[in-house]
């Protein structure tokens, strides 16, 4: 069994040691890529002088672009399983083992939840979760708790699947189109800490607009795709 985290950065000069570094130091039976979105800072300097292993892309491709480069990368290497960890500190470690379990019981996507026993918030932020929850249980007949959580852990086929569609994400509505497709989600419960240093790129305004992207592909655009054929689970996939 072998897993990637892949690191998606983007002008994360101020996190990225001490993330890649407690991976390096705590979890060295995970391997690891930075993929370094043409950052604006010096956070591909950093990682070169620390030796991280790193995919240097020359322009910003946005986290779609960043992240299937790492999932090629995944599929080029032979990895069984690849997991999307946010640059900026939130994700924790520990769950990885927890998601990974969950994954190898047969599941095609293993979301880190928030909310998986527990209440979402009452706030602005946590209505456009549960507008865009809505919308996947509406088109999927399936009840996603978290949607907007970037901490997925992603199977063989998955990997293979996403490195190669330039019109899948690692955003919500692609999460519902693979259910649409016949592939496995679950939810484990997670928590998240709150980004430390640096500034992140959503604000309230370019939240709000991102949620209501969603729930629009979601309800009118994800739908009426034919769904994907999905690759029978092979001798890696099986569990």
């Given at each position: 069994?072998?897993?990637?985290?892949?690191?998606?950065?983007?002008?994360?000069?101020?996190?990225?040691?001490?993330?890649?570094?407690?991976?390096?130091?705590?979890?060295?039976?995970?391997?690891?890529?930075?993929?370094?979105?043409?950052?604006?800072?010096?956070?591909?300097?950093?990682?070169?002088?620390?030796?991280?292993?790193?995919?240097?892309?020359?322009?910003?491709?946005?986290?779609?672009?960043?992240?299937?480069?790492?999932?090629?990368?995944?599929?080029?290497?032979?990895?069984?399983?690849?997991?999307?960890?946010?640059?900026?500190?939130?994700?924790?470690?520990?769950?990885?083992?927890?998601?990974?379990?969950?994954?190898?019981?047969?599941?095609?996507?293993?979301?880190?939840?928030?909310?998986?026993?527990?209440?979402?918030?009452?706030?602005l932020r946590m209505l456009g979760s549960r507008l865009i929850s809505g919308a996947i249980?509406?088109?999927?007949?399936?009840?996603?708790?978290?949607?907007?959580?970037?901490?997925?852990?992603?199977?063989?086929?998955?990997?293979?699947?996403?490195?190669?569609?330039?019109?899948?994400?690692?955003?919500?509505?692609?999460?519902?189109?693979?259910?649409?497709?016949?592939?496995?989600?679950?939810?484990?419960?997670?928590?998240?800490?709150?980004?430390?240093?640096?500034?992140?790129?959503?604000?309230?305004?370019?939240?709000?607009?991102?949620?209501?992207?969603?729930?629009?592909?979601?309800?009118?655009?994800?739908?009426?795709?034919?769904?994907?054929?999905?690759?029978?689970?092979?001798?890696?996939?099986?569990?």
């Amino acid at each position: 069994m072998k897993l990637l985290i892949i690191v998606p950065a983007y002008n994360e000069r101020e996190n990225i040691e001490r993330v890649i570094d407690q991976l390096i130091q705590d979890y060295p039976q995970y391997s690891y890529v930075v993929v370094n979105d043409g950052s604006k800072d010096d956070t591909a300097q950093i990682c070169r002088r620390k030796g991280y292993n790193l995919i240097d892309l020359p322009v910003n491709l946005g986290l779609a672009g960043g992240f299937q480069a790492g999932m090629q990368y995944a599929e080029k290497h032979g990895f069984d399983y690849a997991i999307q960890y946010d640059a900026d500190g939130q994700h924790r470690a520990e769950y990885i083992g927890k998601l990974l379990e969950e994954c190898e019981k047969g599941n095609d996507i293993v979301i880190g939840s928030r909310f998986a026993e527990k209440k979402k918030p009452l706030s602005l932020r946590m209505l456009g979760s549960r507008l865009i929850s809505g919308a996947i249980r509406i088109t999927t007949f399936r009840k996603i708790k978290d949607p907007t959580s970037g901490m997925r852990v992603y199977s063989r086929r998955m990997i293979e699947l996403f490195a190669h569609h330039t019109n899948l994400s690692p955003e919500p509505d692609s999460v519902a189109y693979m259910i649409k497709s016949g592939a496995k989600v679950s939810e484990v419960q997670v928590e998240m800490d709150e980004r430390i240093a640096g500034v992140s790129y959503l604000n309230a305004p370019k939240a709000m607009f991102y949620m209501l992207r969603m729930v629009v592909s979601i309800l009118f655009i994800q739908v009426f795709r034919s769904p994907v054929r999905l690759k029978e689970p092979g001798p890696k996939d099986e569990t």
